[in-house]
């Protein structure tokens, strides 16, 4: 069974701050996405990584898929209130299926 | 807005009775996923429909069902609802071509 494990679980910083968000798996995925997701509201795509060390940036957020492709990493710089929200990685499992990971709750506090 | 459509968007309900959600997925898109987040479950993919066609099933009880109907809206039957139940349930739909999924807003269902 394919499984994604993000860490930390729950993050809390300030302001300017830089924090990465880490999503590991013993499977290799063709693929990895990160969504972020806001209270009351449903998933939005951020990036979709596809080749083994790729990396990806988006503004200030920096995204990798790792050289095996079992892992991948969000790194934020100077984080923003706006940043707040709960992370989530997700890849491909099997045909057709997607499965989720346990996800990182991000609180940037001003 | 992501173009997806969900109803309704808060649902309160008691044990054993049977709800519909209902999902319209942004113009054009073909493929249908539904998905249920629960606080110490996550995000479960439930089941996907591809143009009317059933594509893939996840981790669906069989107390659920779900169909995809000409007009390519969607529509998820829950039945014999229990306590564990209650969870957003979300629906979303891609265009098929790659896999990006748009989320609509989710539905609320809590289960008394």
């Known amino acids: 069974t394919q499984l994604l494990e993000q860490s930390p679980q729950f993050l809390s910083i300030q302001e300017g701050e830089n924090l990465t968000v880490y999503c590991n798996s013993s499977s290799v995925f063709s693929s990895l996405q990160w969504y972020r997701q806001e209270p009351g509201e449903g998933p939005v795509l951020l990036v979709t990584v596809v080749t083994g060390g790729e990396v990806k940036k988006l503004k200030r957020l920096t995204f990798q898929f790792g050289d095996a492709r079992k892992d991948s990493s969000l790194h934020i710089t100077a984080a923003q209130t706006g940043d707040t929200g709960l992370y989530l990685c997700?890849?491909?499992?099997?045909?057709?299926?997607?499965?989720f990971g346990t996800g990182t709750r991000l609180k940037v506090l001003a | 807005d992501s173009g997806v459509t969900q109803t309704p968007k808060h649902l309160i309900t008691a044990t054993g009775q049977r709800v519909t959600l209902r999902c319209s997925p942004r113009?054009?898109?073909?493929?249908v996923y539904w998905y249920q987040q629960s606080l110490d479950q996550g995000l479960q993919f439930l089941i996907q429909?591809?143009?009317?066609?059933?594509?893939a099933k996840g981790n669906i009880l069989e107390r659920f069902s779900a169909q995809q109907f000409p007009d390519l809206h969607s529509e998820l039957n829950l039945s014999s609802l229990e306590l564990g139940d209650s969870a957003l349930y979300f629906c979303?739909?891609?265009?098929?071509?790659?896999?990006?999924?748009?989320f609509g807003p989710g539905t609320r269902l809590l289960v008394l």
């Open positions: 997700a890849g491909p499992s099997g045909t057709y299926k997607y499965i």
């Open positions: 979303a739909s891609s265009d098929g071509t790659d896999e990006t999924q748009y």
């Open positions: 429909y591809y143009n009317g066609e059933e594509r």
């Open positions: 113009s054009g898109d073909l493929s």
